[in-house]
């Protein structure tokens, strides 16, 4: 629509030739203009593990970040510094995806978590991406973030406390074969190993959070009294 176009050469600032007649009004002739925007945040280190960037939850430099178009075509590249921060400039206002790497040894925070678009991590956990982000003239989204924990462990050895004091004393021998299960905060059961090579048990890559671990007493056993000896 000639009416409502910039007719304007974005190198030169010219129109092409309007030839007018005898009489003639031509109000066709319009020219635009837009500022630059700019997107752009954090990757974290999400130490609990929940998908928000808590108070001192410190970023994390050195992460690739890259700057698709609507289509998922990669225009360009840049990466963390200074504490996890990233940006891309200067950008035409227009839909942008942000796609972050996962840094080796972490894992990718679940999206969209907490309810403030500020704090929370926008990436899927599978692709790396967000959403579609729509900059308009003079736009800057600082709200574009990433968060990456490492996954964790926890476990030790079930024994024979032959003195029954409730301590691992020297020479006091592992127990194989026993159950232990791995609760969540609220008592359900998450998962289950048994105890071998003397006694040892291990569960792995486990998300940041709260556990609680089940020993299934061994048959002819009683179990010791906790936390005894500081």
Excluded: H, K, R, W
Excluded at 128 to 135: H, P, S
Excluded at 151 to 160: K, N
Aim: net charge negative; proline share 5%; hydrophobic share 30%.
């Amino acid at each position: 629509d000639d009416t409502a176009d910039s007719d304007a050469d974005v190198t030169t600032g010219q129109t092409g030739l309007i030839n007018l007649e005898s009489g003639e009004n031509d109000p066709t002739n319009d020219a635009g203009f837009y500022q630059t925007a700019s997107l752009g945040d954090f990757v974290f280190e999400d130490v609990d593990g929940d998908g928000v960037q808590d108070a001192g939850e410190p970023g994390i430099d050195g992460v690739t970040v890259n700057l698709l178009d609507a289509n998922g075509n990669f225009i360009e590249t840049t990466t963390t510094a200074n504490g996890g921060a990233y940006e891309f400039t200067n950008l035409a206002p227009n839909d942008y995806i942000v796609e972050f790497i996962s840094p080796n040894g972490f894992t990718a925070s679940p999206q969209d978590q907490g309810g403030d678009d500020a704090a929370d991590s926008d990436a899927n956990e599978n692709t790396g991406q967000t959403g579609l982000i729509n900059l308009v003239s003079g736009e800057n989204d600082p709200t574009n973030d990433a968060g990456f924990y490492q996954t964790t462990s926890l476990g030790d050895f079930v024994f024979e406390d032959i003195n029954g004091n409730g301590v691992q004393d020297a020479g006091e021998p592992g127990i194989d074969g026993v159950t232990v299960n791995l609760l969540d905060e609220n008592g359900n059961q998450l998962e289950t190993t048994t105890t071998a090579n003397g006694g040892f048990y291990e569960f792995v890559d486990l998300v940041p959070g709260d556990y609680i671990v089940e020993f299934v007493t061994p048959n002819g056993f009683t179990p010791t009294p906790a936390n005894q000896g500081g």
